[in-house]
T-cell receptor, first 110, second 113 residues
Framework: AQRVTQPEKLLSVFKGAPVELKCNYS??????LFWYVQYSRQRLQLLLR??SRESIKGFTADLNKGETSFHLKKPFAQEEDSAMYYC????????????FGQGTRLTINP | NAGVTQTPKFQVLKTGQSMTLQCAQD?????MYWYRQDPGMGLRLIYY???????DKGEVPNGYNVSRLNKREFSLRLESAAPSQTSVYFC????????????FGPGTRLTVT
């Protein structure tokens, strides 16, 4: 079974500080991992996917298969990063749907 | 293009009342989804439709029914609303069931008293 766990419901950091949103997953095969973001009064949208290995808005995430984690990181947080973040997983084998974690609400304090 | 639209944006129901949440997409996507979002629970899949003419239960289908009216529209019905169904409901669409990118609507905030 696919399972995504985001252990922190709330995370608060100061502007300019590093931020790390944790995501752990459980899946027996090879997964694809994603981060979705929902800014205030905006729609939930895809932020990044692990396969692309790109940095979006200064955020990066590395898939660690040994630790079954896909933490989202940014070295210097900005106030506009305040949002709800969801980690999501999709199994590669077959036509499998996305499974979302519980979400982490990130607040960047000035 | 509007993407995914949902109506209404807000709704207050009394226990036992029924209502239908509407969702439409203009992206010509095959798959559509209904989620509910609750604090601490994240996004939970209620029902989904892989393609026009098919619907399947998700993680939390009890108390809901859906209709995939055509390729564009996917409605969610609460036959007898309960306070436990107070939530924010999101509709989403994707090219296929296996697509990693889902496009979300703005949400419907439902309160059941």
């Amino acid at each position: 079974a696919q399972r995504v766990t985001q252990p922190e419901k709330l995370l608060s950091v100061f502007k300019g500080a590093p931020v790390e949103l944790k995501c752990n997953y459980s899946y027996s095969g090879s997964p694809e991992l994603f981060w979705y973001v929902q800014y205030s009064r905006q729609r939930l949208q895809l932020l990044l996917r692990h396969i692309s290995r790109e940095s979006i808005k200064g955020f990066t995430a590395d898939l660690n298969k040994g630790e079954t984690s896909f933490h989202l990181k940014k070295p210097f947080a900005q106030e506009e990063d305040s949002a709800m973040y969801y980690c999501a997983l999709r199994g590669i084998q077959g036509a499998q749907k996305l499974v979302f974690g519980q979400g982490t609400r990130l607040t960047i304090n000035p | 293009n509007a993407g995914v639209t949902q109506t209404p944006k807000f709704q207050v129901l009394k226990t036992g009342q029924s209502m239908t949440l509407q969702c439409a997409q203009d992206m010509n996507h095959n798959s559509m989804y209904w989620y509910r979002q609750d604090p601490g629970m994240g996004l939970r899949l209620i029902y989904y439709s892989a393609s026009e003419g098919t619907t399947d239960k998700g993680e939390v289908p009890n108390g809901y029914n859906v209709s995939r009216l055509n390729k564009r529209e996917f409605s969610l019905r609460l036959e007898s609303a309960a306070p436990s169904q107070t939530s924010v409901y999101f509709c989403a669409a994707s090219g296929a069931l296996s697509s990693y990118e889902q496009y979300f609507g703005p949400g419907t905030r439902l309160t059941v008293t």
